[in-house]
């Protein structure tokens, strides 16, 4: 595709109910991020896929959150039982091996 | 792991007024990228530049990656370059690679 697209762009939910985020790459890029923005703060790096590498997990913020992607496509990240401070701006980045960034629009997660 | 530090956290300018934000990081990198946050939360690549200089317009850029730091110059600035200005940095630590974002400086022109 012509860029990075993420869905939905706006979620509400309350807490305690599972969400589930999309991300599809720009066409042919092998790496794909995931990253959480709170409200007026920095990029918390999540989760990292190269290839068929086994991902990078340990950014993770807890266990309820978990991240798969298919191939060099689309990939999904879940937030299971949500909590209010789950709250932020998920974004998804792609790229060529390790070289140039290229970011999503992010979706924008409320839980109340 | 790597840490990344900006500077100034937040700058004010007159409209025309040149301006240098810094970008310190504490390993070696093979990855550093400059962007722009604007209002609306888009973030817009500048520079993917993990040594030398570039230019664009009125923007450019110069990392030296063997004292770990890069800078981004604006010149003549304009109201639309208002936003956040993030410098992240990609290495591998541990064996795992890992890509930071700094925390970022707000210019309000």
């Known amino acids: 595709g012509a860029g990075v697209s993420q869905s939905p762009s706006n979620k509400v939910t309350e807490k305690g109910k599972d969400v589930e985020l999309r991300c599809d790459p720009i066409s042919g890029h092998t790496a794909l991020y995931w990253y959480r923005q709170r409200l007026g703060q920095g990029l918390e790096f999540l989760i990292y896929?190269?290839?068929?590498?086994?991902?990078?997990k340990s950014g993770l913020p807890s266990d309820r959150f978990s991240a798969e992607r298919t191939g060099e496509s689309v990939s999904t990240l879940t937030i299971q039982r949500t909590q209010q401070e789950d709250s932020a701006v998920y974004l998804c980045?792609?790229?060529?091996?390790?070289?140039?960034?290229?970011f999503g629009p992010g979706t924008r997660l409320t839980v109340l | 792991g790597i840490q990344v530090e900006q500077s100034p956290p937040d700058l004010i300018l007159q409209e025309g007024a040149n301006s240098t934000l810094r970008c310190n990081f504490s390993?070696?990198?093979?990855?550093l990228q400059w962007f722009h946050q604007n209002p609306w939360g888009q973030l817009i690549n500048l520079f993917y530049i993990p040594s030398g200089t570039k230019q664009n317009g009125r923007l450019s850029a110069t990392t030296v990656a063997t004292e770990r730091y890069s800078l981004l110059y604006i010149s003549s600035s304009q109201t639309t370059d208002s936003g956040v200005y993030f410098c992240a940095v990609g290495g591998s630590t541990s064996g795992t690679y890992k890509y930071i974002f700094g925390t970022g400086t707000r210019l309000k022109v």
């Open positions: 896929f190269q290839g068929n590498s086994a991902p990078d």
């Open positions: 980045a792609s790229s060529y091996g390790l070289a140039e960034q290229y």
């Open positions: 390993d070696s990198v093979n990855n």
